[in-house]
């Protein structure tokens, strides 16, 4: 009997410890896909180079920075590259769309409805329902690597459309054929990033064939073609499916190469366990959660707070593969020493809110951060005003960096050069761009 007792106090405290560690369940993510808050509801880690979520949206439109917003009823597919809160649109690279039937490449026949009712999200987590041919997918990621599982409850041919045409202007897309599991991507697109750089590599987890393709290539393109170049750019791949076969799928992604992005998913998804990554992907944001503890009864507040610190830690994005290689703002490749490489620097709205944030619960990327600021210093000529995927937007006024070095300084956070950061700050602060004029 008291062997018995001793078990389920045991297991009774246990439960309690993973309740009150478990601040992931008070966040909905899809709060601010509404309205004008411009964010998205999928898969994505603390600051990673992955969110991969739905696309409702492909027009630009303003409401649609994301992605995505809560009004729509139609998804074209799902990308691996997401903004979150911003006021102009970008991103949505390498969007797949599972479909059954005869393959269609054009977005109108692609496209499917969907319903909020079938519709799930949670931190790492997206699940969705496609109204059309009734396939379930569910997503979940990495810090570079995403990863899908479609579920086709019909029999029949099952297609994975991989369009690169996608939302934004394709510059030049590549495709190659590794084998009938392995392709590899370059996607090189331009919207308010004048000259974005994305390589991917995605393996099938079942052997896949060729069955369409949309291309405006030198030559005619053929299913059997092992590569693929042009601004237009799509293709199928297929293979027939019993009713509830599952067919994963496997997405690195890298700033600087196909052997970078092979890197990346060997290093951080080498298998195929779904549940374990969508566990890890939860643990990852316990832990960064769990920086801020509030005491309160009500779980309206809890989700309210701990969503709105969930979308602090979205961006800034790590923007370096595993062995640290990154494309700088002078397009070359370099490696990062003794810090982490980050991108997406909307300073002009985090500096006065997020950074100070950061400089309390995140002393390790504040100075990661600050070692970015002086790396595009160095190889870009200043220091970034609103940088985005190696690119300067220069969208708004002027450089608020500055603020953010100031303010680790004066907190005296340790891991970046004082001297560069004040030669930095105070280069930028003379020059007639945004300085002095």
Not at 79 to 105: A, C, Q, R, W, Y
Not at 160 to 177: A, E, F, P, S, W
Not at 379 to 404: F, K
Request: hydrophobic share 35%.
């Amino acid at each position: 009997m008291r062997k018995i007792l001793f078990c389920f106090l045991l297991l009774q405290t246990a439960t309690l410890f993973s309740q009150k560690n478990n601040y992931a369940q008070f966040v909905n993510p899809f709060i601010g896909t509404g309205g004008h808050g411009h964010t998205f509801p999928g898969a994505t880690v603390p600051f990673g180079m992955v969110q991969l979520s739905p696309d409702t949206r492909i027009d630009g439109s303003w409401d649609g920075c994301g992605g995505y917003h809560y009004s729509d009823a139609i998804i074209y597919g799902f990308s691996h590259t997401h903004l979150n809160g911003t006021g102009v649109s970008d991103f949505g690279d390498i969007m797949l769309m599972p479909t059954m039937g005869e393959p269609k490449l054009n977005s109108d026949a692609y496209r499917s409805p969907f319903s909020h009712k079938n519709e799930k999200a949670t931190a790492g987590y997206y699940a969705v329902k496609l109204d059309n041919h009734n396939i379930d997918v569910r997503l979940t990621a990495t810090t570079r690597v995403g990863l899908q599982e479609y579920t086709f409850n019909q029999s029949g041919k099952a297609n994975i459309i991989l369009d690169l045409n996608h939302r934004d202007k394709l510059l030049m897309g590549d495709v190659r054929i590794i084998d009938n599991q392995t392709v590899e991507v370059l996607r090189r697109s331009e919207a308010w990033a004048r000259d974005q750089y994305v390589y991917a590599r995605i393996v099938f987890s079942a052997p896949m064939q060729i069955t369409n393709v949309r291309n405006n290539g030198f030559a005619p393109p053929k299913n059997t073609d092992t590569f693929f170049a042009g601004s237009q750019l799509a293709i199928s791949f297929s293979k027939e499916v019993k009713k509830g076969e599952k067919i994963l799928v496997k997405v690195a992604l890298s700033p600087t190469g196909y052997e970078g992005a092979k890197k990346n998913l060997l290093a951080e998804m080498p298998d195929w366990n779904f549940e374990a990554a969508k566990k890890q992907a939860e643990t990852l944001w316990n832990k960064e959660l769990s920086k801020i503890e509030i005491t309160t009864s009500d779980k309206d507040k809890k989700t309210i707070f701990y969503t709105a610190l969930y979308h602090t830690m979205m961006q800034p994005n790590i923007a370096m593969d595993v062995d640290g290689l990154y494309r700088g703002r002078d397009n070359e490749l370099h490696k990062a020493e003794g810090f982490d490489y980050y991108t997406v620097f909307s300073l002009w709205d985090t500096f006065r809110g997020a950074h100070p944030l950061y400089t309390l619960i995140d002393k390790k990327r504040t100075a990661d951060y600050c070692n970015t600021f002086i790396k595009q210093y160095e190889q870009g000529g200043r220091l970034p005003v609103w940088e985005l995927a190696s690119n300067e937007t220069d969208c708004m006024i002027g450089y608020h960096s500055v603020s953010v070095l100031a303010d680790a300084m004066a907190k005296g956070i340790k891991g970046f050069d004082y001297e560069k950061a004040f030669q930095a700050a105070k280069h930028s602060a003379m020059l007639d761009h945004l300085g002095l004029e």
